[in-house]
């Protein structure tokens, strides 16, 4: 047998496989070179489009002309909210309409009371841009990230805010809102407040009212202490005092014909208690609660949580920030 015109010798052979050994070596180290170079330009490519996502999320705009004390924080918005449909009649009287069923201490399933706070009371979620002050996750004193976890980060949920202030300062919902595509509603009895949380453009239900303590609509006074505003039952002399409609928060949700809600947070001021044995639990399909217990006596604290025990819950944490001057106990349905 001849090879390239020689004879096959010991040495011959040898000097083959020398030269397949070395041709298959380096044709693996090329094939290494290759994909390493491949999965670094792979990793740079995801960093880039990480920056750029960051930079969508998070690019610095001009300032609110709206309201030149804020900075308005773009942000592209992750979904298209739902509405609900309204027949409003141009000049109807709705506040005075609402005035006259307060006197009467309607029933909470009332239809005239739930048609009016349907159709009248409540906003449609804004489609505009956001505008928020400030740039975060959790706006919350935790309370969001412990029920994010406690829902294993649910997307398209829904909840209820009482107490939604300016819709972003402490706002419990705003994290499920951007980055778990929720929508919810915002209640908030301030007309200030509510005028600031309007300007936010949120994707949520909202609505100019307080909770009632009582199992029918009422006109409350409002002690207007920004952030920490508060109703009362009876006004206090040297305050600043506002009247505001209140309404069961068992006739809103059966405006928005609501079968289930993911989280409720009740902030109203010390009247929690109040709202809770208002409401129908037991046939009322809410998931988590988070009651905020700033002015709980240890009294009036035993009492929420003995209510939510009564009714299926159980007491998940109870939440204290010192600098916020907040408590909150966070109860999840068994």
């Known amino acids: ?32 070179r290759v994909s390493v170079s491949y999965e670094k330009n792979k990793r740079q490519s995801q960093n880039t489009e990480m920056e750029s996502v960051q930079g969508v999320f998070y690019k610095p705009m001009e300032l609110n002309e709206e309201d030149l004390r804020a900075n308005s924080c773009y942000e592209p918005k992750m979904f298209k909210p739902i509405t609900i449909k309204q027949n409003r009649t141009s000049g109807f009287n709705f506040r005075a309409a609402t005035m006259e069923l307060n006197g009467g201490k309607i029933t909470m399933d009332d239809d005239r009371l739930v048609s009016l706070i349907r159709n009248y009371w409540i906003y449609n979620p804004s489609h505009l ?25 649910k997307e398209k949920g829904f909840y209820i805010e009482c107490g939604a202030f300016d819709g972003e300062s402490q706002s419990s919902s705003l994290l499920f809102e951007r980055f778990r595509k929720w929508q919810g509603l915002l209640i908030e009895p301030d007309p200030l407040s509510y005028s600031r949380l309007k300007l936010k453009h949120r994707m949520a239900f909202t609505i100019n009212a307080c909770i009632s303590p009582y199992p029918y609509p009422v006109m409350m006074k409002l002690e207007r202490r920004g952030l920490y505003s508060r109703m009362l039952k009876s006004s206090s002399d040297g305050s600043d005092h506002k009247d505001v409609q209140c309404f069961p928060l068992h006739s809103i949700l059966l405006a928005m014909n609501l079968k289930a809600v993911d989280f409720l947070s009740i902030d109203v001021g010390g009247l929690e208690l109040n709202v809770l044995q208002t409401m129908p639990l037991k046939s009322t399909n809410i998931n988590v609660i988070s009651v ?22 159980s007491v998940v944490s109870k939440l204290e920030n010192f600098k916020m001057l907040s408590k909150d106990l966070i109860f999840q349905r068994n």
């Open 1 to 32: 047998m001849q090879i390239y015109g020689g004879k096959m010798t010991p040495r011959n052979i040898i000097s083959i496989f020398t030269l397949l050994g070395g041709t298959i070596l380096i044709s693996l180290l090329f094939g290494l």
């Open 129 to 153: 841009q956001y505008k928020f002050y400030d740039n975060k996750v959790d706006y919350s004193s935790g309370q969001s990230a412990l029920v994010d976890s406690l829902l294993g980060n």
């Open 292 to 313: 905020s217990c700033d002015y709980c006596s240890e009294k009036n604290e035993t009492d929420i949580k003995k209510l939510l025990l009564d009714h299926g819950y």
